[in-house]
């Protein structure tokens, strides 16, 4: 690898570390040594590293720099979904949502600062695009929960903050093998559900190198409405999209989710449903539900319960399994960026 300076040795996997200490004249297992205080004591300065010899520190210290992620500001909503609002160091920023569900959390992450995808359902795809998200921000996210609320445990991580993570593949893929790695965070694939508004070569390259879970937003059953609502489906139709996840590789037992946004008189009828159940047939998978979310300014309604229901009842008479999910935090405005437009699906 091609170690550009000044490196930062949270943007490595397990592998490059190893490479980049055998470069500095170290032995191999300095590496692990590296990852451990990283990922499993959650350290952000060298200083702090104390098994590692004081010597070895210092040159760290000197030669290398590591990404310490601080919220600028934490909501707590009433039914306790917190949200996190990071500042990034070029002056954009991202948050994160920290999601309790019984005895589970799930943090919800950001790919990118912004969205391009413009979905007319959602707030950030309306703010625009800034950039995408280097591994050691969408990893940080993590961290910095972790190290502020101060819990060794694995929380399941949803990538449905702000931001396309297919749009950002390389990044979002050296993320998520450091999570993944052993020496990383060690999380299972299981744990970790990557959603998409349907980029088809990100699904392809995501199938093809992780096992982790995908969410895939729908919005709509006809390539009308959804180019209408998600602009992405006039280069990734419908039939291309459902081509495509016919042939996504799954494990015994994991099933693509279906995210469905349901805005009222747009497509929540009763015949929106029937067509959905026909689309998304064939296809081993489960329906999220989510009612529409309103924000500041949009031009939509959300649905009542009872047309949620009615949705949900003719999608179970043909034989799919569907939750309504509902939207959390709407007190702190959890649900303002994606997170109203998927929902966590918590791997149940
Ligand atoms: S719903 Fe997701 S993909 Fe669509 S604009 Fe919002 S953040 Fe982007």
């Known amino acids: 690898m091609n170690f550009k300076k000044p490196i930062n040795l949270h943007k490595l996997t397990y592998t490059e570390m ?18 451990t205080w990283l990922y499993r004591y959650y350290a952000h300065d060298f200083e702090s590293m104390t098994s590692i010899s004081k010597t070895f520190r210092k040159r760290l210290a000197d030669e290398y720099i590591l990404t310490c992620m601080v919220p600028s500001e934490i909501v707590k909503s009433e039914e306790g979904t917190e949200k996190f609002l990071f500042p990034l160091s070029d002056g954009a920023a991202i948050e994160s949502v920290l999601i309790p569900d019984g005895d589970r959390l799930t943090l919800c992450i950001s790919t ?3 969205c391009r995808m413009g979905c007319r359902f959602c707030m950030t795809g309306k703010s625009g695009f800034k950039r995408n998200l280097t591994p050691d921000e969408i990893v940080g996210q993590l961290l910095a929960v972790k190290r502020f609320k101060g ?10 903050g702000m931001g396309e993570p297919l749009e950002n593949y390389d990044n979002l893929k050296k ?7 052993h020496y990383g965070l060690c999380y299972s694939p299981r744990k970790l559900t990557v959603s998409t508004a349907g980029i088809i070569p990100g699904i392809k390259r995501l199938g093809r190198d992780t096992g982790v879970n995908l969410t895939v937003s729908v919005g709509a059953s006809d390539d009308d409405l959804r180019t209408r609502l998600m602009p992405v489906n006039k280069k990734y139709p419908l039939g291309m999209l459902m081509d495509t996840l016919k042939s996504y590789p799954l494990a015994p037992r994991q099933r693509i989710t279906f995210a469905y ?6 497509n929540d009828s009763q015949s929106h449903a029937l067509k959905f159940a026909r689309l998304i047939k064939g296809i081993n998978s489960k329906v999220n539900l989510i009612a529409f979310n309103p924000y500041p300014g949009c031009e939509f309604q959300s649905p009542s319960r009872e047309r949620v229901e009615r949705f949900q009842s003719i999608l179970i008479k043909q034989n799919l399994t569907v939750m ?25």
């Open 151 to 160: 819990f060794k445990g694995k929380t399941n991580l949803v990538f449905m």
């Open 112 to 114: 990118q600062a912004g």
């Open 324 to 348: 309504i999910r509902e939207s959390r935090g709407r007190d702190i405005d959890a649900a303002c960026g994606q997170l109203h437009a998927h929902m966590v699906d918590n791997n149940k």
């Open 261 to 266: 946004t349901l805005i009222h008189g747009i």
């Open 18 to 35: 190893t490479e980049l200490v055998v470069l500095m004249g170290e032995k191999p297992f300095r590496a692990r040594q590296i990852m």
């Open 175 to 181: 993320a998520l093998d450091i999570l993944m790695d």
